[in-house]
């Protein structure tokens, strides 16, 4: 991680920010990929938490590094609720992978959350990575996913002790995560330089 800078992302890092996210996670998943679509949707949403998003630029201040916060919440009745945070996507440079610059991206981020009024953070991902940086089974803390269901790629980190004690529920991500429309993303994907969506094997659509 030798001379790379992390910092806030502003305005101006916008676009860029979704070309990165789209070159990270490009045929990972599916073929193609959504996640910039979705960023770029929630751009200017009161549920974008924008003082925790961080960028990681190169010595010629390209950006090679980005992470993206939400608010959540867990609800255990129509009138009963917990506000939590989310990350992701977190994206880095296929160039610049597997050189600690996405841990580097969630320890910062994280330290910058503590003493921000919420119990929490909620996320789905690889427990074999993620549990490095203090995230158990959401399960734990009797969470669920929005549909009921439990699986150990959802996860829980408390920001304090005790923390989530008394949160309980269904987490309920922001809906531009799950409703994103195909003719919608087709059309965002022509403002970016072509590419090959390829079927590959472990993608999960």
Not at 75 to 96: E, K, M, N, R, Y
Not at 99 to 115: C, P, T
Not at 152 to 170: F, K
Request: glycine residues 8%; hydrophobic residues 35%; contains cysteine.
């Amino acid at each position: 991680m030798q001379h790379v800078t992390f910092r806030l992302e502003t305005p101006l890092d916008y676009a860029n920010s979704e070309f990165l996210i789209r070159e990270a996670f490009w045929n990972v998943y599916q073929p193609g990929c959504e996640e910039h679509f979705i960023v770029h949707n929630l751009r200017g949403d009161p549920q974008v938490v924008e003082s925790l998003n961080l960028v990681c630029t190169d010595p010629e201040g390209q950006l090679i590094g980005h992470i993206f916060y939400t608010r959540s919440q867990v609800q255990s009745a129509p009138d009963t609720s917990w506000p939590v945070l989310t990350f992701g996507p977190i994206s880095v440079h296929p160039t610049f992978q597997k050189k600690g610059i996405g841990s580097e991206l969630i320890r910062r981020s994280m330290a910058s959350a503590k003493g921000m009024g919420f119990p929490g953070i909620l996320i789905t991902g690889n427990p074999a990575y993620y549990h490095r940086f203090g995230f158990r089974p959401a399960s734990d803390y009797g969470i669920v996913f929005q549909d009921g269901s439990s699986f150990p790629e959802l996860m829980a980190c408390e920001l304090s002790p005790g923390a989530l004690d008394n949160v309980h529920g269904r987490l309920l991500f922001c809906p531009q995560f799950s409703n994103v429309d195909p003719v919608a993303l087709e059309a965002f994907d022509l403002h970016f330089p072509p590419k090959t969506r390829l079927k590959k094997p472990g993608q999960l659509h």
